[in-house]
């Protein structure tokens, strides 16, 4: 069974703070992504990464890096909290080609 | 790159009466087309898929049917029962990107 986990379910950020959210899965699929959720907008994508060290930009990079050292582990830094980046963050992966896509839970970002 | 438009953004049906959300999409290489479900405070999970070489596939209550030409997709759920209340999401590939362009979401209530 494909477990994708993802750092904290909830998190609270001030305004300026530089935030890590990672993500890990575990049935060694070449293909991540990182995205955010918001009420109205669906899921749209922010960066997703084919393989170790690789990265490309999603529909909604400004404001967001990403970084894949390992196989199994993604991550989404924010450099600068703001208040407009409070949302839904949801991570995936999916073996390349098939484009079936597991989810993380989700963590829920408040930026005050 | 692929546009996915999906109608309604909300839909409240009978319990026991079918549902129908439509979806459309722009680019005609695409040839996958998955079906996520959100339950409340859950990960989306994808439902069911359909490829291109298909009309129309079916498993238990749900189905999804596919038209090439017009380039639109739906998913069908008949006698619908209370866990069917969720956001459902239509997605379609992009090929050149190895990604797939999700919808904005259906919300789904199921009256008593």
């Known amino acids: 069974d494909v477990k994708v986990t993802q750092s904290s379910r909830y998190l609270v950020k001030r305004t300026g703070e530089k935030v890590f959210l990672e993500c890990v899965q575990d049935?060694?699929?070449?293909?991540m992504f990182w995205y955010r959720q918001d009420p109205g907008l669906g899921l749209r994508l922010i960066y997703f990464?084919?393989?170790?060290?690789?990265?490309e930009k999603g529909d909604i990079p400004e404001g967001y890096s990403v970084s894949r050292e390992k196989k199994e582990r993604f991550s989404l830094i924010l450099e600068s909290a703001s208040t407009n980046q409070t949302s839904m963050y949801l991570c995936?992966?999916?073996?390349?080609?098939?484009?079936?896509?597991?989810f993380g839970p989700g963590t829920r970002l408040t930026v005050t | 790159g692929e546009n996915v438009e999906q109608h309604p953004s909300t839909l409240s049906v009978q319990e026991g009466d079918s549902a129908v959300i439509k979806c459309t999409y722009s680019?005609?290489?695409?040839?996958?087309f998955p079906w996520y479900k959100q339950e409340l405070g859950k990960r989306p999970q994808l439902i069911i898929d359909?490829?291109?070489?298909?009309g129309e596939k079916k498993d238990q209550r749900i189905a999804v049917t596919l038209n090439k030409t017009a380039k639109h997709f739906s998913l069908h759920i008949t006698e619908t029962q209370p866990e069917d209340s969720a956001v459902y999401f239509c997605?379609?590939?992009?090929?050149?990107?190895?990604?797939?362009?999700f919808g904005k979401g259906t919300r789904l209530h199921i009256l008593p």
């Open positions: 997605a379609a590939n992009e090929n050149r990107d190895d990604k797939i362009i």
């Open positions: 680019d005609s290489a695409s040839n996958y």
């Open positions: 359909i490829r291109s070489n298909v």
């Open positions: 990464s084919y393989d170790v060290k690789m990265k």
């Open positions: 049935m060694d699929h070449e293909n």
């Open positions: 995936a992966s999916m073996t390349s080609g098939s484009y079936e896509q597991y």
